[in-house]
C-alpha cells in the first residue's frame, strides 16, 4: 500500500505503547461513515502510517488474539481506504490531457517511484532482466507499479494486469489510452486470481500486491494456487510487512514459502514499507 507510506525516522517505540495508539487509531476509524478521501479520513490514516513506520521490537506473532482480530479488521479498513484514494485521483487524471505525463500529481507517486525501484534491483540483482511477459496481480485502478516499471525499467516487457474490480480496470485503462505504446504493452483483465490457471504459465515474472489475499488462509491458497500453474523457473515477487508494519499490510514469511526456493527478503526501514520476498518456482527445476 505504498499509497498510505510516510516518513518516521523516530527512536524506537515501546510494544506497548505502540498497541495502544494504534488501537485507538483504529477505533476512530472504525467509526468514520465513508473512506473516501477527507481532511479527517487522510488525517487518521496518515497518523496511523507515522506510527507504524516509527521502529519498534514488537512481534506481530505474540499479539493478543483481540489485538490480533483488530489487526485483521484495520488492514481491511487500510485496503479499502487506499483503493478508494487511488480511484479518487485515477479518475481525475483520466479528465484532464495526457494523464501518463500527470502521474505526480499522485500525492504519494514518490513512494510508487522508490518502490518500484527497490524491487527492479532486486529482480536485477537475481537475473531477471527484461522479462517478455509480467503478471501484476491485484493492480487497482491506478496500475502505477506497472506504469513506472514500464516507463523506466522493464521498458520492452509486456504487462498483464489482473483486478477483480471492472471499475478499477476500466479507469486504469483510459490511463494508459492516452499513450499508444504504453497500451500495447498493457493488458487489465478483470479475473479473480483463483480462476487463472493455464495462462499464469505464460509469465516470466508475477507480482502480488500486498492486500491480495487479506488473512493469512487466503493468502496462502493464493500462494499455492500461484504455484501451482506458473512455469518452472518462473519469478514471483510478494510484497509483505515486518514489525508494526504488518499493522497496515498482510505478512508473508519464508516458511510461508517452503514450496518455493527462497532468492531475495528485503525489509526496508525507511518509508518503503512494503517487504519484498523474491522466490522461484523450483518444481522441476532444480
Known amino acids: 500500500m505504498a499509497s498510505l507510506q510516510s ?15 494504534v488501537m485507538q487509531i483504529h477505533a476512530s476509524i472504525s467509526k468514520l461513515e465513508s473512506l473516501k478521501p477527507s481532511k479527517q479520513v487522510n488525517g487518521l490514516f496518515s497518523r496511523l502510517v507515522k506510527l507504524c513506520t516509527i521502529p519498534s521490537s514488537i512481534d506481530i506473532t505474540a499479539l493478543p488474539q483481540e489485538v490480533q482480530k483488530m489487526r485483521e479488521s484495520l488492514i481491511v479498513l487500510c485496503g479499502r481506504a ?5 480511484l479518487e ?10 494523464p501518463l505525463n ?49 516507463k523506466h525499467h522493464l521498458t520492452s516487457t509486456h504487462f498483464d494486469n489482473f483486478d477483480i474490480d ?5 479507469v486504469a485503462r483510459s490511463i494508459v489510452a492516452s499513450d499508444a505504446e504504453f497500451e500495447g504493452r498493457m493488458k487489465f483483465l478483470t479475473r479473480d486470481i483463483m480462476e487463472v490457471k493455464e495462462q499464469l504459465g505464460e509469465y516470466d515474472c508475477i507480482f502480488l500486491a500486498a492486500l491480495v489475499g487479506m488473512s493469512k488462509e487466503e493468502k496462502l491458497t493464493i500462494l499455492g494456487h500461484i504455484r501451482k500453474y506458473m512455469k518452472d523457473g518462473g519469478i514471483l ?11 497496515l499490510y498482510p505478512v508473508v514469511v519464508e516458511h510461508d514459502l517452503l514450496d518455493f526456493e527462497v532468492l531475495s527478503a528485503v525489509h526496508p526501514n525507511d518509508d518503503v514499507i512494503n517487504s519484498v520476498v523474491l522466490v522461484r518456482n523450483s518444481q522441476g527445476y532444480l
Open 82 to 86: 487506499e483503493g478508494l484514494l487511488e
Open 102 to 150: 500527470n502521474l505526480s500529481l499522485f500525492p504519494y507517486y514518490g513512494n510508487y517511484v522508490k518502490l518500484s525501484k527497490l524491487e527492479y534491483t532486486i529482480l536485477s540483482e537475481n537475473g531477471v532482466v527484461q522479462p517478455k511477459k509480467v503478471a501484476f496481480v491485484g493492480s487497482g485502478p491506478m496500475p502505477l507499479t506497472s506504469i513506472i516499471m514500464a
Open 7 to 21: 516518513l518516521s525516522c523516530e527512536s524506537q517505540i515501546p510494544a506497548e505503547h505502540l498497541i495502544a495508539s
Open 166 to 170: 471492472e471499475a478499477a480496470n476500466n
Open 89 to 98: 485521483f485515477a479518475t481525475f487524471l483520466t479528465k484532464i490531457p495526457q
Open 237 to 247: 515477487l510478494v510484497r509483505s510487512a515486518k514489525g508494526a508494519r504488518a499493522f
